[in-house]
């Protein structure tokens, strides 16, 4: 028992000796599990709050979706639906109306004038299917129906500030009053087809009765939009086998999309298993430098220790008791590293949630606190003293004492690295030598350093360079997108019009348009040998219009072609002049169309990110029986005119659905990552944190090492600025390599986040690899000038050292 109070005495006096390192070495470990249980904990969250949100307004697991101007009368796609063999599995049936619209939704300060859709829904069942959740102001009641009342969706509305409720008008000039803000499964994320995700700042829907909805767009007792649910138990390929041949026998050429193709749905749902990955990543190289650092600087701790030990083997101690000592310093560390990460770790989750309650404002947020994964992280950041205690101490005691006691830099043999670099001749006098062979003298004490330093600008490097990347694919869509004409606007129409009609004239000779260039924009689906691909597909004047893609391979004229991205065709694994088979669809009387296939060759590549996009010259839609015919228009301002007044003049025109600035979906996603940064900026203040308290710990811990060395080169009337300089040169060696290792591991990171997480997550986005100079330049800083600088913060011990009392030592 004595023997007991005695070292924990002593380890009371070893932690008032060395509070500040303890502290900041159980800080370390608190970082690297508190980001893992905070990070980890914020997935699991996300999984829970996803299946309750999209739980409780009954999403849809199956759509059957009208091409592009394909309408029916309500009833028919129901119909269909309902007499299909296994109609006992279908739970909940909805037909919409969704049309193309321009919504106005300006206020006294800000002019807010953006595409989107009206979505008429029937409001005596609901919605069942897809249903609605009030953010503000009050629900649409079956009384409602007919009446020119919506509801706004929300996150559009939240981005602009508008009003809980308020008025706004749509395409032709019709004002309608909103009466709420609404969230419903499809737009918790803002996605339209064909554009970029997160699109809340450009694309605005608006949902009312299904009455309204064609009042509002002439298309009186007709749909375009079959949404289902079906029990948990069925087979969504049996239903939808069923429900593709039920419509081809009825007439109607439907495309059929099942609950994991929907855009929101995909991205919150894989997004939140990818971010497990994402995370883990982020989670495990914090942790590995954090226990890394805390292994060394442990180690260096107790090997401080060794003459003490030295001396206790000499006396007949035995081993079980000497060794109990600098456990008992670790048992410290690990007690307080335990309480600091989960204070750290709760700091994370709630950091954490509330950026994601803001960056997705879900229906429903669950956050219950998870005890699993706090207990597993608090459980490895506890082991990891003990272990680097035992290692030190396991070394000391298997030699003789006066081993022991011999002073640590006559008893570092540094193995082959120490050896090639003794005799090595180096630049400059024994001062400027001494840096390099004390580093050398230490390789493994070196390379722990290092990784641990490595893996925090890995970090940093990744979570900037993920930025880069995404800025630098965004900045080629924009190129891409502008071309020679960075005015240049697109207007949708309400419907299909004749190239020559009333209505195109209308736009070209509106007075604030110089020219307007056909389109005809489709959805339409791509196969080869190896794989099947859904495009976008506009028909425009490849030959001699305002505006043209870049072509990177092939060319246009002659017959008809594809212009595929060069991601789809490295999808597809074809190239130009090979034959695919186009899935589109063809116009079959005035109003009907159906879906048919056509063999036809690539044409050409062009480099915009977004695979789905694609080109055909207009001038060969008669495939789909569409000579003549456009649904949109390339629009180019005249000199003296802005786009917001072209947006303007042509908004009250009443064939037009929408008009966008061409580019207006590289500037949502620019407005979408500022939002991302703030995730990102929680995970990197912590790795910054961490390289931080590595750096200059370690260079306390080397000051308290070398102390005898500094004190006898001191008392010969050495400088102390000799001694900083020589410091900081070694921290500056560590830096460098340790730069270097973190930005190669950056990219390692970034290329498999782009490849592997992303590629999953968002396959339609092809975003190319980009390291900015300025991502460059902040790791330099961060892990060259930092680390190298941290020497300073022991000037002032080196101007107060007790010479006598440092050199009053008997070897």
């Keep these: 028992m004595s023997t007991l109070r005695l070292m924990l005495r002593w380890s009371r006096r070893d932690l008032r000796a060395n509070w500040v390192r303890v502290a900041a070495i159980a800080l370390m470990i608190a970082i690297g599990t508190g980001a893992y249980a905070g990070l980890s904990s914020s997935t699991t969250w996300r999984r829970l709050s996803n299946e309750a949100s999209f739980g409780a307004l009954a999403m849809h697991d199956l759509r059957a979706e009208l091409p592009t101007g394909g309408l029916a009368d309500r009833g028919d796609l129901a119909a269909a639906a309902a007499g299909i063999e296994h109609a006992g599995l279908i739970t909940g049936i909805e037909e919409r109306l969704i049309v193309p619209t321009q919504v106005d939704a300006s206020t006294a300060d800000a002019t807010v004038l953006v595409p989107g859709s009206i979505v008429g829904v029937d409001l005596s069942s609901g919605p069942a299917v ?11 009641t079956p009384a409602d129906a007919g009446a020119p009342l919506v509801l ?7 981005f602009y500030d508008l009003p809980d409720t308020g008025t706004l008008a749509v395409s032709g000039d019709r004002t309608l009053d909103y009466v709420g803000q609404a969230l419903t499964p499809e737009y918790f994320i803002v996605a339209p087809e064909g554009e970029l995700f997160f699109s809340e700042a450009n694309y605005a829907a608006v949902f009312t009765s299904l009455e309204t909805a064609q009042d509002l767009t002439g298309l009186d007792g007709r749909v375009n939009d079959l949404v289902i649910t079906i029990a948990d138990d069925a087979d969504p390929g049996l239903v939808t086998a069923e429900l593709e041949a039920a419509f081809e026998d009825a007439g109607i050429g439907a495309e059929i999309t099942t609950r994991d193709e929907d855009t929101s749905y995909r991205l919150l749902t894989r997004d939140a298993g990818n971010d497990q990955r994402f995370f883990n990543v982020f989670a495990f190289l914090i942790f590995a430098g954090a226990a890394g650092a805390a292994f060394t600087l442990i180690n260096r701790l ?12 000499a006396l007949g101690v035995a081993p079980r008791r000497i060794v109990l000592r600098p456990l008992l310093v670790a048992g410290q560390i690990a007690l307080l590293g335990v309480v600091f990460g989960v204070v750290i770790g709760a700091l994370i989750g709630v950091a954490m949630r509330a950026v994601f309650v803001e960056f997705l404002p879900l229906p429903s947020w669950e956050t219950p606190f998870q005890f699993g994964i706090f207990s597993r992280a608090a459980l490895i950041g506890f082991a990891v003293p003990f272990v680097a205690a035992a290692v030190p101490v396991w070394r000391a005691v298997r030699v003789t004492p006066v081993q022991a006691l011999r002073p640590a830099h006559l008893s570092a ?10 005799n090595a001749p180096l630049p400059g006098d024994s001062f400027a030598q ?16 290092v990784l641990a330093i490595a893996a925090s600008i890995t970090v940093l490097v990744a979570l900037l360079g993920i930025v880069d990347s995404f800025l630098e694919t965004v900045d080629i ?12 606007v697109l207007v949708d129409l309400d419907g299909f019009a004749l190239a020559d009609s009333p209505e195109v004239a209308a736009i070209a000779g509106a007075s604030t348009v110089d020219t307007a260039d056909p389109m005809l924009r489709m959805g339409a689906t791509v196969r080869s040998d190896e794989a099947t691909l859904d495009l976008l597909l506009d028909l425009v004047d490849l030959d001699e219009g305002t505006w043209r893609p870049t072509l990177t391979a092939g060319s246009v004229g002659g017959e008809a072609g594809l212009v595929l991205t060069e991601a789809a065709a490295d999808d597809l694994g074809v190239a130009v002049g090979d034959t695919v088979t186009l899935r589109h669809p063809l116009a079959d009387g005035a109003e009907s169309l159906t879906l048919a296939e056509t063999e036809i060759r690539v044409a050409a590549t062009h480099p915009y990110p977004m695979r789905p996009v694609a080109y055909m010259d207009i001038d060969h839609a008669g495939i789909m029986n569409l000579d003549g015919i456009v649904n949109g228009l390339s ?3 005249s000199v003296d005119a802005t786009q917001d007044e072209v947006r303007r003049e042509l908004f009250h025109l009443d064939s037009v659905a929408a008009v966008r600035p061409a580019a207006q979906a590289t500037q949502q996603v620019r407005d979408a990552l500022d939002e991302v940064m703030g995730i990102l900026r929680v995970i990197s203040f912590f790795a910054l944190l961490l390289a931080l308290l590595i750096a200059v710990n370690s260079a306390g811990i080397a000051l308290d090492a070398r102390k005898r060395e500094h004190a006898s080169m001191f008392a010969f009337g050495v400088p102390v600025r000799t001694a900083l300089r020589m410091s900081i040169t070694e921290s500056l060696v560590v830096g460098v390599m340790a730069t270097l290792l973190g930005i190669a591991g950056g990219l390692g990171v970034i290329w498999w986040m782009l490849n592997a997480l992303l590629g999953d997550t968002m396959p339609d986005f092809a975003a190319v690899l980009s390291l900015k100079p300025g991502t460059v330049a902040t790791a330099a800083a961060l892990g060259i000038v930092t680390v190298a600088l941290a020497p300073v913060f022991t000037v002032r011990r080196m101007r107060k050292m007790d010479l006598p009392g440092t050199l009053r030592l008997v070897e």
């Design 635 to 637: 629009v180019q301002p």
């Design 302 to 313: 107790v090997e401080q220790q060794r003459r003490e030990i030295g001396i206790g083997m």
């Design 130 to 140: 897809d249903g609605f959740h009030l953010e503000t102001g009050r629900a649409l």
């Design 434 to 449: 001494m840096p390099m062979r004390n580093l050398t003298r230490f390789p493994r004490r070196t390379l722990l350093t």
């Design 413 to 422: 043999r540094g193995g082959w690295l120490s050896r090639v670099t003794r």
């Design 152 to 158: 706004l969706e929300h996150n559009f509305a939240r």
């Design 477 to 488: 869509a924009e190129d891409e997108t502008l071309g020679a004409t960075p005015d240049r």
